[in-house]
Protein backbone atom coordinates (compact mmCIF):
# COMPACT_ATOMS: atom_id res chain seq x y z
CA UNK A 1 0.00 0.00 0.00
CA UNK A 2 3.03 2.22 0.13
CA UNK A 3 4.47 1.82 -2.57
CA UNK A 4 0.96 2.38 -4.35
CA UNK A 5 0.54 5.76 -2.18
CA UNK A 6 4.02 7.22 -3.14
CA UNK A 7 3.56 6.49 -7.13
CA UNK A 8 -0.14 8.22 -6.64
CA UNK A 9 1.57 11.35 -5.05
CA UNK A 10 4.58 11.29 -7.38
CA UNK A 11 1.97 10.90 -10.67
CA UNK A 12 -0.24 13.54 -9.40
CA UNK A 13 3.16 15.72 -8.80
CA UNK A 14 3.69 15.07 -12.08
CA UNK A 15 0.81 15.69 -14.05
CA UNK A 16 0.55 19.21 -11.75
CA UNK A 17 3.37 20.02 -13.18
CA UNK A 18 3.13 20.00 -16.62
CA UNK A 19 -0.41 21.32 -16.22
CA UNK A 20 1.28 24.78 -14.90
CA UNK A 21 -0.51 26.40 -12.45
CA UNK A 22 -2.04 30.24 -11.55
CA UNK A 23 0.52 32.65 -12.01
CA UNK A 24 1.37 34.85 -8.45
CA UNK A 25 2.35 38.16 -8.42
CA UNK A 26 5.95 38.30 -6.59
CA UNK A 27 6.76 40.45 -4.21
CA UNK A 28 8.60 43.73 -4.35
CA UNK A 29 12.43 43.44 -3.82
CA UNK A 30 12.70 46.60 -3.48
CA UNK A 31 14.12 47.77 0.01
CA UNK A 32 14.05 44.05 1.01
CA UNK A 33 11.72 40.68 0.35
CA UNK A 34 8.61 41.71 2.15
CA UNK A 35 7.03 39.38 4.83
CA UNK A 36 3.45 39.62 4.29
CA UNK A 37 3.19 39.90 0.56
CA UNK A 38 -0.75 40.67 -0.08
CA UNK A 39 -1.39 41.25 2.78
CA UNK A 40 -3.48 38.14 3.15
CA UNK A 41 -2.40 34.70 3.91
CA UNK A 42 0.35 34.75 1.14
CA UNK A 43 3.97 35.21 2.35
CA UNK A 44 7.20 35.49 0.10
CA UNK A 45 9.26 32.47 -0.18
CA UNK A 46 12.31 33.56 -2.29
CA UNK A 47 15.54 31.57 -2.77
CA UNK A 48 17.70 30.27 -5.77
CA UNK A 49 18.30 27.29 -7.79
CA UNK A 50 21.60 25.54 -8.59
CA UNK A 51 22.95 23.06 -9.87
CA UNK A 52 25.49 25.64 -10.50
CA UNK A 53 23.42 28.69 -11.11
CA UNK A 54 20.17 27.60 -12.81
CA UNK A 55 19.93 30.45 -15.56
CA UNK A 56 17.29 33.67 -16.53
CA UNK A 57 13.84 32.08 -17.34
CA UNK A 58 13.79 28.42 -16.39
CA UNK A 59 10.71 27.76 -14.27
CA UNK A 60 9.81 27.60 -10.57
CA UNK A 61 6.45 25.64 -9.69
CA UNK A 62 5.33 25.28 -6.02
CA UNK A 63 3.15 22.88 -5.02
CA UNK A 64 1.33 22.23 -1.58
CA UNK A 65 1.11 19.22 -0.60
CA UNK A 66 -1.70 17.66 1.59
CA UNK A 67 -1.62 14.41 2.55
CA UNK A 68 -1.77 11.90 -0.41
CA UNK A 69 -2.64 15.37 -2.73
CA UNK A 70 -0.75 18.18 -4.20
CA UNK A 71 -2.14 21.32 -6.02
CA UNK A 72 0.30 24.01 -8.06
CA UNK A 73 -0.65 27.58 -5.94
CA UNK A 74 2.11 29.36 -7.55
CA UNK A 75 4.55 29.57 -10.70
CA UNK A 76 7.54 32.03 -11.54
CA UNK A 77 10.41 32.28 -13.88
CA UNK A 78 14.19 32.34 -12.16
CA UNK A 79 15.21 36.09 -12.57
CA UNK A 80 18.88 36.25 -13.38
CA UNK A 81 21.74 34.48 -14.10
CA UNK A 82 22.21 33.91 -10.74
CA UNK A 83 19.59 31.16 -10.13
CA UNK A 84 16.90 33.94 -7.92
CA UNK A 85 13.51 33.15 -7.48
CA UNK A 86 10.65 34.95 -5.39
CA UNK A 87 7.01 33.90 -5.49
CA UNK A 88 4.06 34.39 -2.81
CA UNK A 89 2.54 31.62 -1.81
CA UNK A 90 0.16 30.01 1.29
CA UNK A 91 1.88 28.38 4.34
CA UNK A 92 2.20 24.56 4.90
CA UNK A 93 4.19 21.80 3.30
CA UNK A 94 4.85 22.88 0.10
CA UNK A 95 7.38 21.38 -2.91
CA UNK A 96 9.35 24.00 -4.74
CA UNK A 97 10.03 23.08 -7.96
CA UNK A 98 12.69 24.17 -10.60
CA UNK A 99 13.47 23.40 -13.91
CA UNK A 100 16.20 25.55 -16.33
CA UNK A 101 19.54 25.12 -17.86
CA UNK A 102 22.80 25.66 -15.43
CA UNK A 103 26.01 27.02 -15.37
CA UNK A 104 28.57 24.30 -15.26
CA UNK A 105 31.82 25.67 -13.12
CA UNK A 106 33.80 23.17 -14.38
CA UNK A 107 33.72 24.21 -18.08
CA UNK A 108 32.87 27.54 -17.41
CA UNK A 109 29.77 26.76 -20.07
CA UNK A 110 25.87 26.73 -19.65
CA UNK A 111 24.13 23.01 -19.83
CA UNK A 112 22.56 22.36 -23.01
CA UNK A 113 19.98 20.36 -21.15
CA UNK A 114 17.71 21.50 -18.84
CA UNK A 115 17.14 19.67 -15.24
CA UNK A 116 14.40 19.47 -12.60
CA UNK A 117 15.53 20.30 -9.10
CA UNK A 118 13.11 20.32 -6.04
CA UNK A 119 13.41 21.10 -2.52
CA UNK A 120 10.79 20.82 0.50
CA UNK A 121 10.11 23.32 2.98
CA UNK A 122 7.99 23.43 5.07
CA UNK A 123 6.64 27.19 5.09
CA UNK A 124 5.14 28.98 8.32
CA UNK A 125 2.25 31.22 8.20
CA UNK A 126 2.95 35.24 7.18
CA UNK A 127 6.73 34.13 7.58
CA UNK A 128 9.52 35.16 5.00
CA UNK A 129 11.41 32.43 3.56
CA UNK A 130 14.57 31.99 2.00
CA UNK A 131 15.45 28.45 0.66
CA UNK A 132 17.96 26.99 -1.89
CA UNK A 133 17.01 24.63 -4.01
CA UNK A 134 20.14 21.99 -5.22
CA UNK A 135 21.16 18.97 -6.30
CA UNK A 136 20.92 17.47 -2.51
CA UNK A 137 17.49 18.49 -2.00
CA UNK A 138 16.29 16.80 -4.84
CA UNK A 139 18.22 13.42 -3.48
CA UNK A 140 15.92 13.75 -0.17
CA UNK A 141 13.20 15.21 -1.14
CA UNK A 142 10.96 11.82 -2.44
CA UNK A 143 12.09 10.19 0.26
CA UNK A 144 10.92 12.80 2.55
CA UNK A 145 7.36 13.34 1.22
CA UNK A 146 7.41 9.21 1.42
CA UNK A 147 8.62 9.48 5.52
CA UNK A 148 6.09 12.36 5.92
CA UNK A 149 2.99 10.37 4.25
CA UNK A 150 3.58 7.64 6.66
CA UNK A 151 3.22 10.34 9.49
CA UNK A 152 6.78 11.54 10.42
CA UNK A 153 6.82 15.16 11.33
CA UNK A 154 8.67 17.25 8.72
CA UNK A 155 11.71 17.71 11.03
CA UNK A 156 12.15 14.00 11.36
CA UNK A 157 11.30 13.36 7.94
CA UNK A 158 13.85 15.47 5.86
CA UNK A 159 16.64 14.43 8.71
CA UNK A 160 16.18 11.08 8.22
CA UNK A 161 15.94 11.82 4.44
CA UNK A 162 19.03 13.74 4.64
CA UNK A 163 21.05 11.24 6.18
CA UNK A 164 20.12 8.89 3.62
CA UNK A 165 21.44 10.75 0.97
CA UNK A 166 24.98 11.27 2.64
CA UNK A 167 24.85 7.45 3.47
CA UNK A 168 24.51 6.79 -0.15
CA UNK A 169 27.06 9.07 -1.41
CA UNK A 170 30.07 8.49 1.59
CA UNK A 171 30.80 5.69 -1.23
CA UNK A 172 32.73 7.96 -2.78
CA UNK A 173 32.60 11.33 0.04
CA UNK A 174 32.92 9.49 3.41
CA UNK A 175 31.90 10.89 6.51
CA UNK A 176 31.67 14.63 6.02
CA UNK A 177 30.34 16.42 8.56
CA UNK A 178 27.76 19.04 7.79
CA UNK A 179 25.74 20.62 10.71
CA UNK A 180 22.26 22.65 8.37
CA UNK A 181 19.43 21.45 6.50
CA UNK A 182 20.22 20.77 2.38
CA UNK A 183 18.06 24.02 1.94
CA UNK A 184 20.65 25.49 4.07
CA UNK A 185 23.63 24.90 1.89
CA UNK A 186 24.87 27.31 -0.75
CA UNK A 187 28.07 27.94 -2.99
CA UNK A 188 28.80 30.57 -1.77
CA UNK A 189 29.15 31.71 1.73
CA UNK A 190 26.01 33.83 2.23
CA UNK A 191 24.52 35.45 5.33
CA UNK A 192 22.61 32.59 7.34
CA UNK A 193 24.85 30.04 6.08
CA UNK A 194 27.84 27.49 7.13
CA UNK A 195 30.83 27.66 4.95
CA UNK A 196 31.49 23.77 5.73
CA UNK A 197 28.34 23.16 4.32
CA UNK A 198 28.66 25.32 1.58
CA UNK A 199 31.41 23.44 0.50
CA UNK A 200 30.13 20.13 0.64
CA UNK A 201 27.36 21.16 -1.62
CA UNK A 202 29.85 22.94 -4.11
CA UNK A 203 31.45 19.82 -4.16
CA UNK A 204 28.96 17.43 -5.21
CA UNK A 205 27.15 19.87 -7.57
CA UNK A 206 30.87 20.09 -9.05
CA UNK A 207 31.59 16.49 -8.95
CA UNK A 208 28.30 15.68 -10.46
CA UNK A 209 29.00 17.93 -13.63
CA UNK A 210 32.65 16.48 -13.83
CA UNK A 211 31.07 12.58 -14.02
CA UNK A 212 28.30 14.01 -16.54
CA UNK A 213 30.45 15.58 -19.11
CA UNK A 214 33.27 12.86 -18.92
CA UNK A 215 31.12 10.02 -19.23
CA UNK A 216 28.67 11.73 -21.88
CA UNK A 217 31.56 11.61 -24.02
CA UNK A 218 31.69 7.69 -24.52
CA UNK A 219 27.81 7.36 -24.44
CA UNK A 220 24.48 9.18 -23.71
CA UNK A 221 24.37 10.42 -21.31
CA UNK A 222 22.93 13.62 -18.94
CA UNK A 223 22.55 15.19 -15.55
CA UNK A 224 19.17 13.80 -15.88
CA UNK A 225 19.93 10.28 -15.75
CA UNK A 226 22.55 11.05 -13.16
CA UNK A 227 20.54 12.50 -10.80
CA UNK A 228 17.33 10.20 -11.36
CA UNK A 229 19.81 7.36 -10.75
CA UNK A 230 21.13 8.34 -7.09
CA UNK A 231 17.59 9.53 -6.38
CA UNK A 232 16.38 6.21 -6.66
CA UNK A 233 19.30 4.27 -4.59
CA UNK A 234 18.37 6.91 -2.05
CA UNK A 235 14.83 6.20 -2.12
CA UNK A 236 14.79 2.26 -2.15
CA UNK A 237 18.52 2.41 0.11
CA UNK A 238 20.52 0.69 -2.17
CA UNK A 239 23.84 1.75 -2.94
CA UNK A 240 25.09 3.27 -5.82
CA UNK A 241 25.98 0.68 -8.71
CA UNK A 242 29.42 0.28 -9.73
CA UNK A 243 29.70 1.69 -12.56
CA UNK A 244 28.17 5.33 -11.59
CA UNK A 245 30.37 4.90 -8.48
CA UNK A 246 33.43 4.51 -10.82
CA UNK A 247 32.60 7.68 -12.85
CA UNK A 248 31.97 9.47 -9.42
CA UNK A 249 35.40 8.55 -8.19
CA UNK A 250 37.31 9.00 -11.06
CA UNK A 251 35.52 12.33 -11.70
CA UNK A 252 37.25 13.60 -7.87
CA UNK A 253 40.58 13.11 -9.38
CA UNK A 254 39.69 15.65 -12.29
CA UNK A 255 38.23 18.17 -9.92
CA UNK A 256 40.50 21.34 -9.93
CA UNK A 257 39.37 24.07 -7.28
CA UNK A 258 41.10 26.83 -8.09
CA UNK A 259 39.63 26.56 -11.82
CA UNK A 260 35.95 25.95 -10.08
CA UNK A 261 36.44 28.77 -7.76
CA UNK A 262 37.63 31.33 -10.61
CA UNK A 263 34.86 29.47 -12.92
CA UNK A 264 31.84 30.94 -10.30
CA UNK A 265 33.87 34.48 -9.61
CA UNK A 266 33.13 34.95 -13.15
CA UNK A 267 29.39 34.82 -12.55
CA UNK A 268 29.08 35.33 -9.00
CA UNK A 269 30.45 38.87 -8.91
CA UNK A 270 31.63 40.17 -5.70
CA UNK A 271 30.92 36.91 -3.72
CA UNK A 272 32.96 34.45 -1.12
CA UNK A 273 32.99 31.27 -3.27
CA UNK A 274 33.07 27.90 -0.80
CA UNK A 275 36.18 26.31 -0.39
CA UNK A 276 35.60 23.35 -1.88
CA UNK A 277 39.32 22.69 -2.22
CA UNK A 278 39.02 21.92 1.55
CA UNK A 279 36.36 19.15 0.60
CA UNK A 280 38.27 17.75 -2.36
CA UNK A 281 42.01 17.36 -0.30
CA UNK A 282 39.78 15.45 2.24
CA UNK A 283 37.55 13.13 0.10
CA UNK A 284 40.73 12.27 -2.27
CA UNK A 285 43.21 10.15 0.06
CA UNK A 286 40.49 7.90 0.84
CA UNK A 287 39.69 7.00 -2.87
CA UNK A 288 42.99 5.96 -4.04
CA UNK A 289 43.70 2.34 -4.57
CA UNK A 290 45.56 0.12 -2.20
CA UNK A 291 49.44 0.19 -3.51
CA UNK A 292 51.57 -2.30 -5.09
CA UNK A 293 49.77 -5.03 -5.53
CA UNK A 294 51.72 -8.36 -6.65
CA UNK A 295 50.94 -11.87 -6.95
CA UNK A 296 52.92 -14.73 -6.77
CA UNK A 297 52.35 -19.11 -6.50
CA UNK A 298 53.34 -20.47 -2.86
CA UNK A 299 56.42 -22.44 -2.04
CA UNK A 300 54.50 -25.98 -2.71
CA UNK A 301 52.87 -24.50 -6.00
CA UNK A 302 49.29 -25.13 -4.69
CA UNK A 303 48.02 -21.84 -4.09
CA UNK A 304 48.40 -18.24 -5.15
CA UNK A 305 48.75 -15.60 -2.56
CA UNK A 306 48.34 -12.16 -3.33
CA UNK A 307 50.16 -9.14 -1.48
CA UNK A 308 48.91 -5.07 -1.63
CA UNK A 309 49.58 -1.95 0.70
CA UNK A 310 53.39 -3.06 1.62
CA UNK A 311 56.79 -2.11 -0.02
CA UNK A 312 57.66 -6.27 -1.23
CA UNK A 313 56.43 -8.13 -3.10
CA UNK A 314 54.66 -11.78 -2.21
CA UNK A 315 57.29 -13.82 -3.97
CA UNK A 316 59.82 -11.85 -1.28
CA UNK A 317 59.35 -14.11 2.41
CA UNK A 318 60.24 -10.84 3.54
CA UNK A 319 56.20 -10.37 3.17
CA UNK A 320 55.36 -12.27 6.12
CA UNK A 321 56.97 -9.29 7.98
CA UNK A 322 54.35 -6.70 6.51
CA UNK A 323 50.81 -8.43 6.85
CA UNK A 324 49.09 -6.34 9.08
CA UNK A 325 45.42 -6.23 11.21
CA UNK A 326 43.72 -3.29 9.15
CA UNK A 327 42.35 -0.41 11.34
CA UNK A 328 39.68 1.91 10.17
CA UNK A 329 38.76 0.18 7.03
CA UNK A 330 38.95 -3.77 5.38
CA UNK A 331 39.47 -4.87 1.84
CA UNK A 332 36.63 -5.85 -0.47
CA UNK A 333 38.32 -8.96 -2.72
CA UNK A 334 37.42 -10.71 -5.93
CA UNK A 335 38.19 -13.60 -8.20
CA UNK A 336 37.00 -13.95 -10.94
CA UNK A 337 37.53 -15.49 -14.48
CA UNK A 338 35.94 -12.97 -16.40
CA UNK A 339 37.50 -9.49 -16.23
CA UNK A 340 34.79 -7.28 -15.88
CA UNK A 341 34.02 -9.32 -12.54
CA UNK A 342 30.57 -10.27 -13.23
CA UNK A 343 30.27 -13.95 -11.86
CA UNK A 344 33.00 -13.62 -8.68
CA UNK A 345 34.72 -16.90 -7.74
CA UNK A 346 35.88 -15.49 -4.83
CA UNK A 347 33.55 -12.58 -3.01
CA UNK A 348 34.57 -11.26 0.15
CA UNK A 349 34.21 -8.30 1.83
CA UNK A 350 35.41 -7.39 5.80
CA UNK A 351 38.71 -8.99 5.08
CA UNK A 352 40.96 -7.50 7.82
CA UNK A 353 44.95 -8.40 6.51
CA UNK A 354 47.09 -7.22 3.35
CA UNK A 355 47.31 -10.65 2.37
CA UNK A 356 45.24 -12.97 0.91
CA UNK A 357 45.81 -16.59 -0.71
CA UNK A 358 43.40 -19.30 -2.46
CA UNK A 359 44.31 -22.96 -3.37
CA UNK A 360 44.55 -23.14 -7.30
CA UNK A 361 42.00 -26.32 -7.22
CA UNK A 362 39.23 -23.83 -6.40
CA UNK A 363 39.78 -21.83 -9.28
CA UNK A 364 39.52 -24.01 -12.58
CA UNK A 365 42.70 -23.54 -14.58
CA UNK A 366 43.25 -20.57 -17.36
CA UNK A 367 43.26 -16.99 -16.49
CA UNK A 368 42.20 -15.30 -13.96
CA UNK A 369 41.33 -11.94 -12.65
CA UNK A 370 41.93 -10.38 -8.99
CA UNK A 371 41.04 -7.23 -7.65
CA UNK A 372 40.92 -5.30 -4.44
CA UNK A 373 39.89 -1.97 -2.95
CA UNK A 374 39.30 -0.93 0.89
CA UNK A 375 36.41 -0.20 2.71
CA UNK A 376 36.65 2.38 5.19
CA UNK A 377 33.94 2.16 8.20
CA UNK A 378 32.53 5.87 7.47
CA UNK A 379 31.52 4.02 3.98
CA UNK A 380 33.82 5.36 1.60
CA UNK A 381 35.48 3.00 -0.94
CA UNK A 382 38.46 3.22 -2.70
CA UNK A 383 39.11 2.48 -6.44
CA UNK A 384 39.78 -1.28 -7.17
CA UNK A 385 43.60 -2.20 -7.44
CA UNK A 386 43.38 -5.17 -10.31
CA UNK A 387 45.60 -7.68 -11.84
CA UNK A 388 45.72 -11.23 -13.44
CA UNK A 389 46.86 -14.63 -13.30
CA UNK A 390 47.03 -17.95 -14.62
CA UNK A 391 46.34 -20.98 -13.12
CA UNK A 392 48.27 -23.73 -14.30
Not at 54 to 81: H, T, W
Not at 97 to 125: H, I, M, Q
Not at 192 to 213: C, H, K, Q, R, W
Request: proline share 4%.
Amino acid sequence: MKKITQLTFFLLVALLLSCGGESYPAASNEGGISGTGNGGSKSSLSGSAYKGPFIQDGEVNVISIEGDNGSVIANSQIRDNLGDFILEVEPGLLSVSATGRFYDETEATYSEESVTLKALVNKDPEQQASILVNALTLLSHDLAVELIIQGNSYEQATADAQSRVKTVLAAVTGDIPTSQPFINMNIINSPGTTPEDNAYSLYISSLFTEAVNERSIEEPYTMTTLLNTLREDVINNNPIDDVTLLSLQEANGRLDAASIQQNLEAVLIGETIAPIGEVIETVSPGLVPPSNLTTSVNTTGEAQQFCFDMTVECSNPEHKAEIITAVGYAYDLQIDDNADFSSPIVNLTDWRRNFFDVEHASLGSGTRYFRVRKSYDDGQLSLWAQTDFVVP
